[in-house]
């Protein structure tokens, strides 16, 4: 079967830096995304990875290893804006996004 | 700029109700998608449409039926409601379906079945 596989809830301080881990099985591989989505609201688009390495766009970052299957994205200089939940996505062989339930990130002052 | 707009936005239905949850998007994309978000899971992919006239089953099509008879809706169907299908429904559109094409949302519709 596919599976994605992130952490239910994550705490951490404005200010600071945090990493959600996103790990994966899927039937092929045709690139990984990261959606934030603010409770009640719908998903949006923060970045796509189809090679390995880092991906870097502002205060956010993210990282790819196809070898290992895992993901993360990296969130610095944290502000209470950034309290949501981040989605892991991977286009499978069929480009069909399989989603993970998504890790909520708590900020605290 | 409106992007995907879905109607209604909240709906409370009795068991055995009909309905249809609309979706339109502005941004002439070809390929469209209804998904349902639950609890703990992951969006799940109910039926989706790679251009104006086609439409195919996602991992959870059973009890809904969708149309886009026009390139820019999506009309997804509930033929007869049941209290599994209350959840949260999302409409998200994307310019092509591979590569490096993000999905855009719409707001989603609240669904509530008695």
């Known amino acids: 079967g596919q599976n994605i596989d992130q952490p239910t809830e994550m705490t951490a301080t404005e200010g600071a830096i945090v990493q959600i881990n996103c790990t994966y099985q899927t039937s092929g591989f045709n690139g990984l995304f990261w959606y934030q989505q603010h409770a009640g609201e719908a998903p949006t688009f923060l970045s796509y990875n189809v090679l390995d390495g880092l991906e870097e766009k502002g205060r956010f970052s993210s990282f790819l290893s196809r070898s290992k299957g895992y993901s993360y994205l990296l969130l610095k200089e944290l502000q209470m804006k950034d309290s949501a939940s981040y989605l892991c996505?991977?286009?499978?062989?069929?480009?069909?996004?399989?989603w993970g339930a998504g890790t909520k990130l708590i900020i605290k002052p | 700029n409106a992007g995907v707009t879905q109607t209604p936005k909240f709906r409370v239905l009795k068991t055995g109700q009909s309905m249809t949850l609309l979706c339109a998007q502005d941004?002439?994309?070809?390929?469209m998608y209804w998904y349902r978000q639950d609890p703990g899971m992951g969006l799940r992919l109910i039926h989706y449409s790679v251009g104006e006239g086609t439409t195919a089953k996602g991992e959870v099509p059973d009890g809904y039926n969708v149309s886009r008879l026009k390139k820019q809706n999506f009309l997804l169907g509930l033929e007869s409601a049941a209290p599994s299908q209350t959840s949260v429904y999302f409409c998200?559109?994307?310019?092509?379906?591979?590569?490096?094409?993000?999905?855009?949302f719409g707001d989603g519709t609240r669904l509530s079945i008695l």
């Open positions: 996505a991977v286009l499978d062989s069929n480009y069909q996004l399989i």
């Open positions: 998200a559109s994307s310019r092509e379906g591979d590569g490096n094409q993000p999905q855009h």
């Open positions: 941004m002439n994309h070809e390929y």
